[in-house]
């Protein structure tokens, strides 16, 4: 079975930090993704990569970055943490884009806190 | 641009009865349909996808979905629901022809099975 790995499942900071969420993908995938999870609005996509060192921004970038230095992480970067992004954050990978390979794979997710 | 509307936030049902969860969509061209699941405290799983033939798919758990091109949707269907079916349902949409661009997803919606 394909896994993906986040790292944390609930994750408490205060306003200001740093704070890094790590994703790890066992199955070689190429694409990875970020999305934010919050009541009301769905499923929102921050960024994705479709290969190392590639990013791409999604609908919502802004208070973000990502890395991915290897090909199986894929790491979400808040760069000084705002309570406005309290919320839980799913890490998905899927393989090359093609109509018989679109299943996403998501991990568990992190509800990040803010305060 | 590529959109999906679920325009239920809350869709109850006796246990035993029929259910339908809606979903419309909208893209340029043709679409590639999915639907995934939520049980709580865990990542969305895929349930069932439509990408070319049949307007009826048949997925997990006894789920089923129908696209209809005239109307531009695709709403999940059973015959018969479970108590264990409850959970937060998503939708989402992609164009056959649009490269290598993310899933969107719909806001959601949660299914409640009363027994």
């Known amino acids: 079975d394909v896994k993906v790995t986040q790292s944390s499942r609930y994750l408490v900071k205060r306003t200001g930090e740093k704070v890094f969420l790590e994703c790890v993908q066992d199955m070689d995938h190429e694409n990875m993704f970020w999305y934010r999870q919050d009541p009301g609005l769905g499923l929102r996509l921050i960024y994705f990569s479709y290969d190392v060192k590639m990013k791409e921004k999604g609908d919502i970038p802004e208070g973000y970055s990502v890395s991915r230095e290897k090909k199986e992480r894929f790491s979400l970067i808040l760069e000084s943490a705002s309570t406005n992004q309290t919320s839980m954050y799913l890490c998905?990978?899927?393989?090359?884009?093609?109509?018989?390979?679109?299943?996403?794979?998501f991990g568990s997710g992190t509800q990040l806190s803010v305060l | 641009a590529q959109s999906v509307a679920q325009p239920e936030d809350q869709v109850n049902v006796a246990e035993g009865n029929p259910l339908t969860v809606k979903c419309t969509y909208s893209?340029?061209?043709?679409?590639?349909l999915f639907w995934y699941v939520q049980y709580p405290n865990r990542g969305l799983q895929f349930l069932l996808k439509y990408i070319t033939g049949d307007n009826l798919v048949k997925g997990s758990y006894g789920f089923e979905a129908e696209f209809n091109k005239s109307q531009t949707s695709f709403h999940l269907k059973k015959p018969s629901a479970l108590v264990s079916d409850s959970a937060l349902y998503f939708c989402a949409v992609r164009a056959r022809n649009s490269g290598n661009t993310p899933l969107v997803f719909g806001k959601g919606t949660r299914l409640s099975v009363i027994a």
């Open positions: 998905a990978s899927n393989g090359p884009i093609k109509a018989t390979n679109e299943k996403l794979f």
């Open positions: 893209v340029s061209g043709n679409p590639y």
